[in-house]
């Protein structure tokens, strides 16, 4: 058990499970994670192994006796009418029979019908009106010669949930985690191992989690396939619903006029539209214009009145391009439906959270570590829906006076829910808020620099804050400085502006011969530099940013060099050893074939392992005979070796705050992994680099 493991138990003793239990539980039943860790929690909330092996055992029993398989329907059925009463985990829904003005329920995988069910249950579970929802029901099975009566009866319901926390204590406890520990936790909570992750990547994982602790949030995430973009909406929590986007209708999502039933905006805390981008899709007018008033103004009409709701909403969807394609071509919104890609819905966002940055899903970013049971975090962050954290930035910081009154509305939202899932009880710090407001105002930033793109009415905005020493604070996106050259372009605005006057009938036939209009010409952007040049700077690149290489970074400094020394106290892991590895190609790769190279690597001893790294390092030395590189590497003798940098002959130092390890972990074994084979496809920490000229020249 790690550190951080035996915290979360000493803390949060009955309200935590080891997370890679669920996956040993499991097996075919098809239920979602809460499900799963609301029985796990019952009985293996715990770090004793005896305890934990006897829960899975007893938890697995659970299953195998009560959970409906669809395939095994009527054998359960038949159980329930020989025992006359059966225990069932099953989604239940309730409906209203006005013809015989009582309330049915409909079992969906145990395929029955017209359950009688008492007026008291309905009233205590209303949710049950509206959609299916995952419980643990008694059924009875009671037949009668009256046709008109079902023999299926609902004696008891409970919905699967935790019934009470201790808020106040889940306060307290947080006061014993470093923001770093916390971070982790609900990393682990969520089911990520938090080592696989950067800290900006950790943040953005968490932004899925605001629209359940801030009310009428609007998020949307649009990125490639395979990120578990919808996963945090169908898993995590019995407060959240996710339904496909061609699914959605005015009755469903918010009143049927004619019955006056309330839709999911009244029942649920989130509404997820799954599948929500495919620019071939349709969506009716009439929801449209609904959702974009409630989505402002947090009301919906009924009737002749008007009804508020407090449900947020999220839209994920796939794109279908990469990020320089969409910003050369269209805006990264081209994958909404026609009836959504309209600026009035866009700017009802108050955050775009890039989908692109988030790595598709792999066997190792799963966590064995504990975490909360999440229903029991899905309960705490329903407490603090109440809450309203978003002025509490404004002791540290103030937003730049040319951010609009919608800007800011967005921005406080963002901030009030980072806010309630990082520091809850308060307590954080200058640089802590620094961090996760510039992420907020870049989440509201990306939004309204789309619209720029979309619709000419909205001009640029200066998008900064700054602190109480007046240092103004600009904020960037990463698709910002990684692809300067096509992010200020406004294509679908200038083919408007450029598209050349149609030619009357009669002019043309009287000018047969004269050219026909064309239009104006465009200035192509400014080139990328794909290297940087060599000459004296500091450079700061930003978690996630693409396109950075060893050979983009270095060659223009290391061309020419005949003697480089490397100094890292850190190359002791096997990534690490791979990186000098990589460095050592791009000096072949770039030297003349009779040039000879002196490359020598200081580090540190890793203890414990010395014997391993000696054997990396030592295959460096012996891959490099013959070609002209000379390799050598040496352990430091002092013992105080911190710095990190790069010295050549030709009188450049390469200072590197993180040495050679800028890249996150990626997929090393997989030979058909792009990121393994090129760096350019490798996402980066934040890390910075400064290049410094010395007296140390070469004659």
């Not at 105002?441 to 990306?446: A, D, G, L």
């Not at 050979?551 to 002791?572: C, H, M, N, Q, W």
């Amino acid at each position: 058990m790690s550190d951080l493991d035996a915290k979360i138990n000493e803390y949060f003793a009955g309200f935590v499970v080891r997370k890679d239990l669920v996956k040993a539980v499991k097996g075919n039943a098809i239920v979602p994670t809460y499900v799963l860790e609301y029985l796990l929690g019952q009985y293996c909330a715990t770090d004793d192994e005896a305890s934990i092996q006897t829960g899975i055992a007893t938890v697995r029993e659970i299953l195998h006796k009560h959970y409906v398989h669809r395939s095994e329907a009527g054998l359960i059925q038949s159980t329930v009418r020989e025992k006359g009463r059966h225990k069932v985990i099953d989604q239940v829904s309730v409906s209203l029979n006005d013809k015989t003005d009582s309330y049915e329920a409909a079992f969906e995988n145990l395929s029955i019908k017209k359950v009688a069910v008492d007026s008291g249950t309905v009233k205590a579970n209303p949710r049950l009106l509206v959609t299916p929802v995952w419980c643990i029901a008694d059924v009875q099975y009671e037949f009668t010669d009256d046709k008109r009566t079902s023999p299926w009866i609902l004696e008891s319901i409970k919905p699967i949930q935790i019934s009470r926390v201790d808020f106040d204590a889940y306060l307290a406890a947080r006061a014993a985690f470093s923001t770093e520990d916390w971070i982790d936790l609900l990393m682990q909570s969520i089911g990520f191992a938090p080592e696989a992750f950067g800290r900006r990547s950790k943040l953005l994982q968490l932004m899925r989690l605001i629209p359940y602790v801030e009310r009428n949030y609007n998020l949307i995430e649009l990125g490639p396939k395979g990120t578990g973009k919808s996963h945090i909406y169908s898993e995590f929590s019995p407060h959240g619903q996710l339904i496909s986007g061609g699914e959605v209708t005015v009755p469903k999502l918010f009143v049927n006029n004619s019955s006056g039933r309330i839709g999911l905006v009244g029942y649920w805390d989130v509404v997820a539209f799954d599948e929500f981008a495919g620019r071939e899709k349709s969506a009716n007018k009439a929801l449209v214009d609904i959702m974009k008033n409630y989505m402002a103004n947090k009301t919906f009409s009924r009737g002749v009145g008007s009804m508020s709701a407090e449900a947020s909403f999220v839209f994920v969807g796939n794109t279908d391009h990469n990020v320089p394609f969409m910003l050369k071509n269209s805006d990264l919104f081209e994958a909404l439906p026609k009836q959504f890609h309209d600026s009035a819905f866009i700017d009802r966002l108050h955050a775009y959270l890039p989908g692109w940055e988030v790595d598709v899903i792999r066997g190792d970013m799963f966590t064995v570590g504990y975490g909360f049971i999440v229903d029991y975090l899905a309960e705490i962050l329903r407490h603090l829906r109440a809450d309203d954290f978003s002025n509490r930035f404004e002791a540290h910081f103030r937003l730049g006076p040319q951010i609009s009154t919608r800007d800011r509305d967005a921005i406080y939202k963002t901030m009030s829910g980072l806010m309630k899932l990082l520091f809850p009880a308060g307590g954080e710090n200058s640089d802590e808020v620094e961090e996760i407001l510039g992420l907020a105002v870049e989440s509201r930033k990306r939004v309204k620099d789309q619209l720029a793109r979309i619709d000419s009415t909205y001009p640029d905005v200066d998008f900064h804050f700054a602190g109480s020493d007046g240092r103004k604070r600009p904020v960037t996106t990463v698709e910002e400085e990684e692809f300067p050259q096509f992010y200020r372009l406004k294509p679908a605005l200038e083919s408007r502006e450029q598209a050349p006057l149609p030619t009357p009938a009669s002019a043309t036939a009287m000018c047969d011969d004269s050219p026909s209009p064309q239009p104006a010409p465009r200035v192509a952007p400014a080139p990328v530099v794909d290297r940087i040049a060599a000459r004296e700077g500091h450079h700061v690149f930003p978690e996630n940013r693409k396109g950075v290489s060893f050979e983009k970074l270095f060659v223009p400094y290391l061309s020419g060099a005949s003697e480089i020394t490397i100094t890292d106290p850190y190359i002791r892991l096997f990534y690490q050893v791979r990186n000098v590895m990589e460095l050592v190609e791009i000096v072949l790769r770039h030297k003349a074939p009779e040039d000879q190279v002196k490359i020598h690597l200081v580090t540190c001893p890793d203890e414990g392992n010395v014997g391993r790294q000696r054997e990396y390092l030592d295959a460096i030395v012996t891959a490099c005979t013959g070609t002209g590189i000379d390799f050598t590497w040496a352990f430091d003798g002092t013992g105080t070796l911190h710095a990190r940098h790069i010295v050549t002959d030709t009188g450049w130092k390469i200072s590197l705050d993180r040495g050679l390890d800028i890249f996150q972990q990626y997929s090393m074994n997989d030979a058909f992994s792009l990121a393994n084979r090129m760096q350019e496809q490798r996402a980066v920490k934040q890390f910075e680099v400064t290049y410094l000229r010395t007296s140390n020249v070469r004659p």
